[in-house]
Structures are given as structure tokens and as C-alpha cells.
């Protein structure tokens, strides 16, 4: 920081978000620099693209996904890796989240900006997502605390936002799979999207993913079922 009228960390990141956000096609472009990035700047541009989808901008999508799972796949964002003591912004599981709500925000729009020959892609990142250990619970919290009872239909974990990512991913591959119909099955049923069969069967067993969140995902969800 540079004393009270200086400039901060914080107001040099929002600075970047809001030039990625109103810039995304030149930072996409040259996305690969992220891998080498510190956690805080990484967070920041992915929070920058995010907005930059909301404001209905477009870039291309093949390096930031390639990015995204390159940066998945490494051990330095891994939460095991996490320090024990990191702060929040630059916890590997920041990082896991960021990717988790940016797929969510791009799969949920209509028309997607996702070019459907990057299915194996997305497919990948939503699949490491999906089997990403969670962040500890806070020290002392009970998982079925009475106050995480009434939050859990509004709460947005990394888990949560993947799943609303996978549903509407399989959403986007049945339009594909059926030339743009919304109102019949794709060939097969779900059986024509394995990979989103299998991610929503996993998290059915509380055994696996007791959280209540993902327990109140599905109820929220379950008019789509």
C-alpha cells in the first residue's frame, strides 16, 4: 500500500478486473501468462472475464479454457497444497472456485459463447472440478449447524457452482445434440451425457459429499431432474 491515498493491492486488482472485463478477447489471447501468475492476480482476471460474460462480451475461449485446465491439473493449486494458513484470495480453493463459477456464468447463457468443439474440454475442467476436495469446515462447525440449514439454498461453494455448471452444461450438449431443440430428450437421454449422469449420481451419496449445500443443490434443482 502507498499510505492512505496511495494506491492498494486492492484497488490495483479492481483496477485489473474491470480492464479484463472490458477487454477480455486481448487478456484471452495471451491467458497462457495466468499459469505463472500469483493466486490474487490469477483470481482476479478469471473474476474479470466472469464480468466481461455479464456484460454479454465475447473473447475466445480455447486459451482461457486450455488455461483453466492446465492450472487445474497442477499440484500448486490443489487444496491439499493449500497453506494452512493462506489467506482466503490465495487459497488453492479461491482458485478452484473462480474456474467453478466462470464455466457456470459462460454455460447458463444463451446463446453459449463456448464453441461446442471445446465439449472435451469443458467436460475435463467440470470432471477435476467435480472430484476437487473440499475446503475444511471452519473449526468447531457441525454440518448440519442450524444457521448453515437456512443458508444452504443461497449459499455458492465451489461444489455448488460446479453443479449448476454440469446441469447446464448438459443442457448445452442436448441443444447441440438435438439441433437446437430445448423441448425433446437428445438420442439416448441422459445416457447420450455420461459424464453429466455421473458427476450428479456421485454427489447423490451423502456418505461421499455430506455437505448440505450439496443436499440443498438438489432440492433446488429438482424440478430439472
Known amino acids: 500500500s502507498g499510505g492512505f491515498r496511495g494506491p492498494s493491492?486492492?484497488?490495483?486488482?479492481?483496477?485489473?478486473?474491470?480492464?479484463?472485463?472490458?477487454?477480455?478477447?486481448?487478456?484471452?489471447?495471451a491467458s497462457q501468462l495466468l499459469r505463472e501468475q500469483p493466486p490474487a492476480h490469477l483470481l482476479t482476471t478469471l473474476y474479470g472475464f466472469r464480468e466481461a460474460i455479464k456484460a454479454g462480451r465475447s473473447f475466445p475461449w480455447p486459451p482461457v479454457l486450455s488455461v483453466c485446465n492446465q492450472i487445474l491439473s497442477r499440484e500448486a493449486v490443489a487444496l491439499a497444497g493449500a497453506a494452512e494458513h493462506a489467506p482466503p484470495d490465495q487459497e488453492p480453493s479461491a482458485v478452484t472456485e473462480a474456474i467453478a463459477g466462470l464455466l457456470q456464468s459462460a454455460l447458463e447463457q444463451h446463446p453459449i459463447a463456448i464453441p461446442f468443439d471445446q465439449r472435451h474440454l469443458v467436460r475435463e475442467i467440470l470432471q477435476c472440478l467435480a472430484t476437487s476436495p473440499d475446503p475444511p469446515p471452519a473449526s468447531g462447525a457441525h454440518p448440519l449447524d442450524a444457521s448453515r440449514l437456512r443458508e444452504a439454498p443461497f449459499t455458492r461453494t465451489a461444489r455448488v457452482e460446479t453443479l449448476d455448471a454440469v446441469v447446464f452444461y448438459g443442457i448445452w450438449v442436448a441443444r447441440q445434440l438435438t439441433d437446437g431443440r430445448q423441448d425433446i430428450m437428445p438420442p439416448g437421454g441422459f445416457g447420450a451425457i455420461p459424464e453429466m449422469k455421473d458427476i450428479l449420481e456421485a454427489h447423490l451419496n451423502p456418505e461421499r459429499y455430506p455437505a448440505i449445500e450439496v443436499r440443498a443443490f438438489f432440492g433446488r434443482r429438482l424440478p430439472w431432474q
Not at 493491492?9 to 484471452?28: D, I, N, S, T
Open 9 to 29: 493491492h486492492e484497488g490495483l486488482r479492481f483496477v485489473l478486473m474491470k480492464l479484463v472485463a472490458e477487454e477480455p478477447e486481448r487478456f484471452a489471447v
